[in-house]
């Protein structure tokens, strides 16, 4: 049992290209989100989804895309990377909505 | 809105000593609350979780009680080990709504031998 794996564990990116974050779980489970943790900021919530087909901005959603296919797959796309973008980026999915997230091991992004 | 207060830190105790990390919300209704720990390098992991008012979550010798009088999940352990060193997360997820989990800061907890 994998559950949530993210790919690539780094990455850096010139401004302005362009990157797909990839994030699978194969728990079965509905909900999925992307959040990005920044040094003194906690974690904040940049995507989620409630089902396949259906997804819904967060906190952070600006310079960020998301899409649900299917329930396994949740990939975020940087549709032109800034240096702002600069971060860890963490993938989870959980159960229902009283359980806790189960979080992938991250990714770390560099915009130079 | 949904907020989460958290002890900033950074906090330092030595090995064996008693541990609490302050933790209060603020949010509507019957939020489910939740600590979370992150080891250096690593994503974050479920640490203990309770559900309405009242219930102690409880593991690997941490404990935290929802408080709903003082809107507040303190977490505790009475001797705490080198290998607790890590960054822990209050966070709180509202029961009724889809949204996900609103995180406090963080505080970084080392332990010296």
């Known amino acids: 049992n994998a559950g949530v794996t993210q790919t690539p564990k780094f990455q850096v990116l010139k401004t302005g290209q362009s990157m797909t974050l990839q994030c699978a779980q194969d728990m079965n489970h509905e909900y999925m989100s992307w959040y990005r943790q920044d040094p003194g900021m906690g974690l904040r919530l940049i995507h989620y989804?409630?089902?396949?087909?259906?997804?819904d901005q967060g906190e952070v959603p600006n310079g960020y895309n998301v899409s649900r296919s299917t329930t396994e797959d949740f990939p975020l796309r940087l549709l032109s990377a800034a240096p702002s973008q600069t971060s860890v980026y963490f993938c989870?999915?959980?159960?229902?909505?009283?359980?806790?997230?189960?979080f992938g091991s991250g990714t770390r992004l560099t915009v130079v | 809105g949904n907020s989460v207060t958290q002890m900033e830190g950074p906090v330092t105790l030595s090995e064996e000593a008693f541990l609490t990390i302050n933790c209060t919300y603020t949010a509507t209704g019957y939020p489910s609350l939740f600590w979370y720990v992150q080891y250096p390098g690593e994503g974050l992991q479920l640490l203990l979780k309770a559900t309405k008012a009242d219930d102690k979550g409880s593991n690997k010798g941490f404990e935290a009680t929802y408080r709903k009088e003082t809107t507040s999940f303190h977490l505790e352990k009475g001797s705490v080990q080198v290998s607790d060193s890590a960054v822990y997360f209050c966070a709180l997820r509202h029961s009724g709504s889809a949204r996900q989990l609103t995180f406090g800061s963080g505080t970084q907890l080392t332990v010296l031998p």
């Open positions: 989870a999915s959980s159960e229902g909505t009283v359980y806790g997230y189960t």
């Open positions: 989804s409630v089902g396949a087909g259906i997804t």
